[in-house]
């Protein structure tokens, strides 16, 4: 059983920062591609970061410049750094990653439950 919990989430003004934290845990062989989406209040869920095995990074526009992405692989964690918080940045946060599991014959796909992240003066 494989699980993703995040964590750093919390209310923060704007221009300030915070970093999320990702774990994966249970019986891990690799990770594959991992990432970081959002949902605001009344949207859909959307493509914040992504980060390959091969190091390969994409971010969406909205935060280029001001997030970063970066994983930890002996420790199974992926990160997401935030910094110059907008208003707009304010939703709930998930981690998503690509999973090779013992017995398992291909990578699946796993979501963490979230992590609130509030922007606001």
């Known amino acids: 059983q494989v699980q993703l919990v995040e964590s750093g989430g919390g209310l923060v003004q704007p221009g300030g920062s915070l970093r999320l934290s990702c774990v994966a845990s249970?019986?891990?062989?690799?990770?594959?591609?991992a990432g970081w989406y959002r949902q605001g209040p009344g949207k859909m869920r959307q493509l914040v970061a992504t980060?390959?095995?091969?190091?390969?990074?994409n971010y969406s526009d909205s935060v280029k410049g001001r997030f970063t992405i970066s994983t930890d692989n002996a420790k199974n964690t992926v990160y997401l750094q935030m910094n110059n918080l907008k208003v707009e940045d304010t939703g709930v946060y998930y981690c998503?990653?690509?999973?090779?599991?013992?017995?398992?014959?291909?990578?699946?796909?796993?979501w963490g439950q979230g992590t609130q992240v509030t922007v606001s003066s």
């Open positions: 249970g019986s891990i062989l690799s990770i594959d591609t």
């Open positions: 980060i390959s095995n091969y190091g390969t990074i």
């Open positions: 998503n990653a690509d999973i090779w599991s013992m017995g398992s014959p291909k990578a699946r796909s796993y």
